[in-house]
């Protein structure tokens, strides 16, 4: 059975960075593509971000191009989203996940396992 653990959040002021972690096991990490959602208060859980299961390929919600990078590093079986310039409607829980396919997911039905969440507040 996957487990995948988040940590990182926290809280930050408007422009600053965070990175987050999710640390995987319980199935072969490297096979996974692997991706970042994040959900508001009183939202739907949205796509963040994803990466293939070799991270050759990954891609991004539009409001996060150029801000928030994902990356893994398949020896440690770590997934990472390095967050830049961060606003006050990042606030969010933020959700790591896993799918049995190897290319990059947006779809969030795509994904059968969940991390519990870290908490991101961003103020002004």
């Known amino acids: 059975q996957v487990q995948l653990v988040e940590s990182g959040g926290g809280l930050v002021q408007a422009g600053d960075s965070l990175r987050l972690s999710c640390a995987f096991s319980?199935?072969?990490?490297?096979?996974?593509?692997m991706g970042w959602f994040r959900q508001a208060p009183g939202k739907e859980r949205e796509f963040v971000a994803a990466i293939s299961w070799s991270g050759g390929s990954t891609s991004y919600a539009d409001s996060m191009k150029g801000r928030f990078t994902i990356s893994r590093d398949n020896a440690k079986n770590t997934l990472y989203l390095q967050m830049n310039n961060l606003k006050p409607e990042d606030t969010a829980v933020y959700y790591c996940a896993s799918t049995r396919n190897s290319v990059s997911e947006r779809r969030i039905d795509k994904y059968d396992s969940w991390g519990q969440g870290t908490q991101v507040t961003v103020s002004s």
């Open positions: 319980g199935r072969t990490f490297r096979s996974n593509a």
